[in-house]
T-cell receptor, first 117, second 109 residues
Framework: GAVVSQHPSWVICKSGTSVKIECRSL??????MFWYRQFPKQSLMLMAT?????????EQGVEKDKFLINHASLTLSTLTVTSAHPEDSSFYIC?????????????FGPGTRLTVL | GEDVEQSLFLSVREGDSSVINCTYT??????LYWYKQEPGAGLQLLTY?????DMKQDQRLTVLLNKKDKHLSLRIADTQTGDSAIYFC?????????FGTGTSLTVIP
């Protein structure tokens, strides 16, 4: 149980285009979903926290107009990288949190590797 | 926020025990976690410990928590080549997680 999927797993796009990444909790309802960014050989950097039906809370330094987050349901959150540029190339990981699972933990998706040419 | 620190690299021989250490600054974390990340993959929850526990054992994994020193460790017994990965410790206050820098474990056959 507690499986989180991401789609796509790898995407290559041209500079200036927008890319949407989906995060789904497959067998539980997530009250909160998180989006992280990870650079090579570095730890995870929290980008934003989203609760279903409300606006996402962005961490300092993260452009909310560039990284659009929609948390449409208790099982789906999307991250759209708008007008992507090469410096947006990174590994994006989502996680889903449910306090009802007993461990108060976050369950992570497998990640999406974005390469912007 | 919380600062969570780990040593960056660890190499062990196959069959030996590995000990990965983590120190943190905020003692209000309810749970402390260990995650494993293999190359190009997301984070896999390995184990966790409730903050009022000193030790938790789960098969080859042993977690030790020293709240006084704010020190958390993960011991992997009989380390195998498949254990080679990056290991992250994390503290949690509510639903906010604070991750360590990650320790890259290399297992030498």
């Amino acid at each position: 149980g507690a499986v989180v999927s991401q789609h796509p797993s790898w995407v290559i796009c041209k500079s200036g285009t927008s890319v949407k990444i989906e995060c789904r909790s497959l067998d539980f309802q997530a009250t909160t979903m998180f989006w992280y960014r990870q650079f090579p050989k570095q730890s995870l950097m929290l980008m934003a926290t989203s609760n279903e039906g409300s606006k996402a809370t962005y961490e300092q330094g993260v452009e909310k107009d560039k990284f659009l987050i929609n948390h449409a349901s208790l099982t789906l959150s999307t991250l759209t990288v708008t007008s992507a540029h090469p410096e947006d190339s990174s590994f994006y990981i989502c996680s889903a949190y449910s306090g009802s699972l007993g461990t108060d933990t976050q369950y992570f998706g497998p990640g999406t590797r974005l390469t912007v040419l | 926020g919380e600062d969570v620190e780990q040593s960056l690299f660890l190499s062990v021989r196959e069959g030996d025990s590995s000990v990965i250490n983590c120190t943190y600054t905020d003692s209000s974390s309810t749970y402390l976690y260990w995650y494993k990340q293999e190359p190009g993959a997301g984070l896999q929850l390995l184990t966790y410990i409730f903050s009022n526990m000193d030790m938790k054992q789960d098969q080859r994994l042993t977690v030790l928590l020293n709240k006084k020193d704010k020190h958390l460790s993960l011991r992997i017994a009989d380390t195998q080549t498949g254990d080679s990965a990056i290991y992250f410790c994390a503290g949690a206050t509510g639903n906010q997680f604070y991750f360590g820098t990650g320790t890259s474990l290399t297992v030498i056959p």
